[in-house]
């Protein structure tokens, strides 16, 4: 099992172009950076996980399509949050609007906006406690609603605006409550 390893940049910074050219030019690996310029390179997951996020983009792309309300993003895209750091959530989601508001340059990088909706999924390498963080700064930089899902413990946190964390124990559903008006993720499939 290989961990993420993260590498601090105190002498320098890459520029948003650098670290995107990087990420072009690495497609085998994924990076995010922090809000201090710090690099997360993470491996690729184990089949196990990659079949499990599957899973939750085929559930959330099928709903997009249908609904017709915003766009569905997997795990390669990449976002560039208002407090400066790179993410690339397992599953995000964005209004149609957001969508539309952006520029066609824009659209072609790292989409310079917070998904309103993220899914982190936790691999068997995955540090919890650095999860529960990144969902954190996804809600401080405008994510409305946010699942993280444990699978090692058969777990759900539930990350909303101005609100608890909810902890649900092996759920069989989740809803889009407000956010994603009448979507619901089966669980059954992602256990």
């Known amino acids: 099992m290989v961990n ?8 320098f910074k890459l520029t948003d172009e650098q670290f995107y050219q990087l990420c072009q030019d690495n497609r085998d690996l994924r990076f995010e950076r922090n809000i201090n ?10 089949g196990e996980t990659s ?6 983009i085929q559930q959330l792309g099928i709903w997009t399509d249908k609904n017709q309300t915003g766009i569905a993003f997997d795990s390669s895209g990449g976002f560039k949050l208002p407090n400066g750091a790179d993410r690339s959530p397992d599953a995000a989601w964005i209004p149609k609007k957001k969508w539309e508001n952006l520029t066609q340059e824009q659209r072609q990088k790292f989409l310079p906006l917070c998904p309103d909706f993220v899914v982190e999924l936790r691999s068997p390498s995955d540090n919890l406690k650095s999860l529960q963080k990144k969902m954190q700064e ?12 444990n699978r090692q413990d058969q777990q759900v946190e539930i990350y909303r605006q101005g609100q608890e964390v909810e902890i649900l124990n092996n759920p069989q559903t989740l809803s889009g409550e407000d956010v994603l008006v009448d979507f619901v993720l089966e669980l059954e499939k992602i256990w």
């Open 4 to 11: 993420s390893l993260e590498i601090k940049f105190e002498s």
């Open 37 to 46: 310029g710090d690099m997360v390179i993470m491996p690729p997951t184990e």
């Open 51 to 56: 079949n499990r996020n599957l899973r939750i």
């Open 138 to 149: 996804y809600i401080e930089n405008g994510t409305k609603l946010a699942w993280l899902i």
